[in-house]
């Protein structure tokens, strides 16, 4: 079975992407090469993938939305709002975990769980 290994997120304004989810998450950010700024997301030897921030081109200016793991909804959410987030569908629980569904401040949607 395939397995995510890595991300794009594509936006218009990369740099103010990559500063949101470097203060919300926490996430390294290297270098720009061409368009493309790495990220790495956490230590490797824990499950997770790394992937990265790009400047969409005009005919896909935007990237998907993906779900990321946190310890604690609740304050991820608050996080993400005082760093310019939107909530698009608040925190929903589900069996085995919560999530919510927010839209960075470049207009990019992500999903944020945690895990029961």
Not at 29 to 41: L, Q
Request: hydrophobic letters at 40%; a negative charge.
């Amino acid at each position: 079975m395939g397995r995510v290994v890595g991300f794009e997120l594509n936006s218009q304004e990369v740099e103010k992407a990559a500063a949101f989810y470097a203060k919300v998450f926490g996430w390294e950010v290297a270098a720009p090469n061409w368009e493309y700024w790495g990220v790495t997301t956490g230590d490797d030897n824990k499950s997770g993938i790394n992937g990265g921030n790009a400047k969409g081109p005009h005919d896909y200016p935007f990237g998907t939305r993906i779900q990321i793991e946190v310890d604690s909804i609740d304050e991820a959410i608050s996080k993400a709002t005082k760093n310019g987030a939107v909530i698009v569908r608040d925190k929903m629980e589900f069996d085995e975990f919560h999530l919510a569904y927010l839209v960075d401040p470049t207009g990019l949607g992500f999903g944020m769980i945690q895990n029961k």
